[in-house]
C-alpha cells in the first residue's frame, strides 16, 4: 500500500465529507491509530470549534489549526484533518513526507445535504461567503494538494473504505 515512509493516510476534504467517520472505521479495518486533527485543536483552546471561532474569529482558529496540524508526529495513523487544512500547505507537504493524502471528494449538492449544523460544526465562513462559495474556494486547493482523489457521496461508509483502500494499492 502507497503510505509513504510511515504508513499514514492523512484525510483532506470539504466539511461533512466524511474524514472522521471514515478515518476512524478505516483505521480500524487497517489496524492504524486513528487522530482527528480538530479535536486535538477543542483539547488544545478547551473550547469547541465554534466556540473558538466566535470568540476569537477565523484568523485565531486558523493559526491554532497551523499550530496542531505542524505539531502532528505519528506513524501508522490515519489522520482525519480539519476541512480548512488545505490552507496550510507546509503542513500537508510536511504530512506527504510520512503518508498519502488522500482527498474524499463530494458534490457541492452533498456538502448542502449533510451540512445542516453550519451555525455549530465549527466551519470557519468570512462574512458573507456561503457553502457554495466556500466549496468553489477550496475544491481546487483539495485538487492540488492530494495524492489520491477518492469519490465520497453515494454508497455506505463502508464503500467509502474500498475505494480509499483500492485507490492506495
Known amino acids: 500500500m502507497a503510505c509513504g515512509k510511515s504508513g499514514n493516510i492523512i484525510l483532506i476534504g470539504m466539511p461533512s465529507s466524511g474524514k472522521s467517520t471514515v478515518g476512524v472505521i478505516l483505521a480500524k479495518t487497517l489496524g492504524k491509530a486513528f487522530i482527528d486533527t480538530d479535536l486535538l485543536i477543542q483539547q488544545r483552546e478547551g473550547k469547541t470549534l465554534q466556540e473558538i471561532i466566535n470568540e476569537k ?3 485565531y482558529f486558523h493559526d491554532v489549526e497551523e499550530a496542531v496540524l ?11 484533518t480539519g476541512g480548512s487544512a488545505v490552507y496550510f500547505p507546509e503542513a ?11 482527498y474524499l471528494d463530494i458534490s457541492l449538492k452533498s456538502v448542502l445535504e449533510r451540512l445542516r449544523n453550519i451555525k455549530t460544526r465549527g466551519v470557519t465562513l468570512e462574512k458573507g461567503q456561503t457553502l457554495e462559495d466556500l466549496y468553489n474556494l477550496r475544491t481546487p486547493l483539495y ?7 477518492v469519490k465520497a457521496d453515494g454508497g455506505t461508509v463502508e464503500d467509502v473504505i474500498e475505494r480509499i483502500i483500492k485507490a492506495l494499492r
Open 143 to 149: 485538487e492540488s494538494r492530494c495524492d489520491v482523489r
Open 70 to 80: 505542524m505539531g502532528v508526529k505519528a506513524e501508522n495513523t490515519v489522520i482525519a
Open 92 to 102: 500537508l507537504d510536511r504530512f506527504r513526507e510520512n503518508g498519502t493524502i488522500v
Open 57 to 59: 474569529g477565523n484568523e
